[in-house]
């Protein structure tokens, strides 16, 4: 990695169940804790994930957008339903709502 220089700087930004995560990792005090489950943080992170994507279209709501913007929409559509898809089996219908709702704004855009 090349030398950025004293004024670098970034932005952390995590969503709230990887906060969550956090968190649950600072308390651990043995691995053997068998209360993180798997199945929820993978769950968690598709409806944070459909939460941003809903807050991106708020966002633009009412405004006049050029095709790079559709095609973006049309992309961050595409990216949940490869999270859905990546989804454990017995998780990925409890996105068919949302997915219905995705397939409704992809054919209007």
Not at 12 to 27: G, V
Not at 31 to 39: A, C, L, S, V
Not at 65 to 87: A, H, M, P, R
Request: charged share 30%.
């Amino acid at each position: 990695m090349a030398d950025s220089g004293k004024d670098f700087s970034f932005t952390f930004n995590f969503s709230d169940h990887k906060m969550e995560l956090l968190d649950n990792a600072l308390s651990v005090d043995s691995f053997d804790d068998n209360e993180f489950d798997p199945e929820d943080y993978h769950r968690q992170g598709a409806w944070q994930k459909f939460v941003d994507l809903v807050g991106k279209f708020r966002e633009l709501s009412g405004k006049s957008v050029g095709s790079d913007t559709v095609n973006q929409c049309q992309e961050s559509i595409q990216d949940f339903k490869e999270v859905v898809d990546e989804l454990p089996a017995g998780i990925t219908g409890e996105f068919d709502d949302e997915l219905e709702a995705l397939d409704l704004v992809s054919g209007y855009l």
